[in-house]
């Protein structure tokens, strides 16, 4: 039991330390057992030259830049909703950000270029009325940063909206008394709350777009903008160069590893709000000033421009096509069950895992602690999180290169590709539960002492009815990122085992467009069904408030 | 392992094992093996006769198939490999893992001499710019003219370190301007929209309307014939000739069924298998008695092939891709 004594309580910690030390393991593991096939590296003559250094630069610039402006549209875009919509508002930012997570990346550009590209809406528009049209410009940083806060300022409006909807009534009243005004409200009202959730929120951001591929060669206009992950995949792809993909691994594990470590300096926690019982938005006393309405203006616009247009663009192009012919395609079919089997599995395992790490945070960061093992917290996070930074390619390699000869690594694939999509949607979980939970602990840990309510029942009892609601999140969060994951399937996928995004890929790689358009819809509403019916059965019926 | 079997059950998953039957293990891409690909068609044609059981594994391309029997030694299951191109050869065959196929290449009907004693064609098709007759009504038909175009004129080409077309046409400009090379992607890259992951990417926003040409196969626009019967997708043929692209099978040094997979190979080049890779996986068949679809009739015909050997290519590869490289971003 914890008490005021300041020991720490070994029952607690040790379920979560061994789940984030498996987490980092892995992911470690993994270059590691890539790195002992090339028989050692030589780590600074690899790093060395300038396609290296040019490359990390540019991968560092953009991910910052994406992160930064993913945080700018994510924040307006919560106080827009805040201020101006009640609930509905609220599971509009929550749908988005579910479909932002599952969307395959050639999909969203495809989108993001009929709206912006050449081709798109705007050069149209611009051309009726004889106006100069976006041309090319789309392609280069641009066309990066857009693509990255299409796919990242609704997670982020979503966090920092729960963020400002758990802010308690009481607040805005006594502003609205005070009567502050807009930037009042957001120096004592807002900021304090939103301090709170913005590094993770920023880290689990910065990690997505400091990895990613695809998107940044197809919409950054050539080579010129090319992220150390496709330096990775060409060394360990076509050339077979194993000591070089661990040592540029260990790179972008290293440059990951330093911004979360300063990021957890912040305090972080990211909890999902109480929208339902707060009337927040609708007593903030600068709902009616013109500056506010001015700047909402704004971020809707923007967001119609860069995530609405872009989204509605792939439900029509998903619409064209022969939708109604995928439900008797059997390989569809099995897809389709195998992909749902994997999401729920990975959920309850994910969500599982991130209870036990939060459990050992919120024991470690407990007041009574007073700060002594804030640095083990700050690694517990680092470690949950690290999977991220790992490249697909090299995670796939080193597990093969692990399992090869212990068992049929064709027959592990399923339990592989479960894994993946587990440390995939840990860091996602682990921030969306641990606010709730370390609120519970301070709240509840003294009573459960006196009470002698522990293990079991005290789960059952005290922290389930509490962080039900963000239990449901993370177990949503969990279900719509494995359904959209292609990382380790694509190296293992066989007939006998694939999922719906590799199906998709599958298609598509022989000219099957259309029929690629269609899985598509289907993944997005796969994950809308997920997202909203986990949320519902997990969370309770207010889940999505 | 507890998980991973119930993993497997709640998936559904079950392997058949038709225990007196030698099992063939063919690794190759995904789409060779999907169903609408050749594999089934072929997989079926070779169990009437072998009495064997031919498994398909598509794995994500060739050189990911290449690499896991690579990774996996001697203690492959695979007894073929299908789809390495003649750029990879050089490489595959300095890691001594695969195997003579014995397999009579002289009858073969491909567009250049080819007699390796480890890898044998068994489809082929040249690189091309494929552009919409709706959109562009005179296309340039040489490199020169490409060069010239305008600077609005746009293409979307692959990068070289992710796909095979990409590095094709690395080694098609080679093949055309030599060392002169860096100085015609310097004129090049005011056209180029992007440089993209993978071919998918860059045909979609082909098709999209973003660019007016597009980096692909002579063969792109039989499938828009046959399967969607329509025929504005066009390839451009360029004065100076085009470049090969040959997918080729080999069997591998510890496979345990040498014979079977040599036979199997006889087999792929055959009349029978050949006849269904032009509508599965759209390309060229290598064998003169197959069937040609009529869409394979119209298509553009290269005056000249360009190809280097497998060693040129080998020798040169991470060389001609540090100089795209560097020309490409100043």
Redesign the interface.
Known sequence: MVGGDGRVNAARLAPGIAAAALAAALAGGAIWAVALEAGGIDLPAMLDGPYIRGVTLFTLKQAALSTLLSLLLGLGAARAVHRRTGPRGARGLHLLASLALVMPTTVAAVGIVSVWGRAGWVADATSALGLPGPGAALYGLPGVLLAHVFFNAPLMARIFHAALAGIPDGRWRLAAQLGMGGREVWRFVEWPAIRRVAPGACGLVFLLCFTSFALVLMLGGGPKASTLEVAIYEAARLDFDLGKAAALSLLQLGLCGLVLLVLARFPTEWAAGRGAASLGGRIRPDRVERGGRFADAVVALVAVGIVAAPLAAIILDGLRTELLTLPGDPVFRAALMTSAAIAITSAAITCALAWAICEARRTLVLPTRLGRYAGLAGLVDLASAIYLAVPAIVFGLGAFLALRGVADTFALAPFLVLSANVLLSLPFAVRALQGRLAESGARHDRLCASLGITGWARLRLIEFPVARRELGFAAALSAALSVGDLGVIALFGSDSFRTLPWLLYQRAGRYQSDEAAAIALVLLTLSLVFFIGIERLVGGRHADR | ?K??SL??L????C?PALADQPVLTIYTY??F?????PGPVIEKGFEETCGCDVQ??????S??AF??I???GA?T?ADVLLGLDVNLAG?ARDTGLFAPHDVDLGELAVPVAWSDPLFAPFDWGHFAFVYDTRRMTAPPTSFEALLAAPD?L?IVIQ?P??ATPG?GLLIWIRAVYGDEAPQVWRRL?PK??????????S???F?????DMVLSYTT?PA??AV?EGETFIKAAPFAEGHYLQMELAAVTAFSAHPELARQFIDYLTGEAAQSVIPITN?MFPVNRDAELPDAFGILVKPERTLAFSADEAQANR?AWI?E??AV??E
């Not at chain 2, 709640?10 to 998953?13: A, E, V």
């Not at chain 2, 180029?192 to 990417?201: C, E, S």
């Open positions: 392992m998980m991973a993993v497997a709640t998936l559904g998953l392997v995904d789409s093996a999907s169903e609408w690909g398909f594994v598509g794995l994500d391309s050189i990911g690499n896991r690579r990774l996996e203690a299951k490489d609005d746009k990068d370190r992710s590095l890259k180029i929209l992007t440089v993209t992951k993978g071919w998918w990417d045909y979609s926003l098709l999209e309307g973003e660019a792109s499938y828009h399967v759209w991470k540090a795209w490289l490409m971003g």
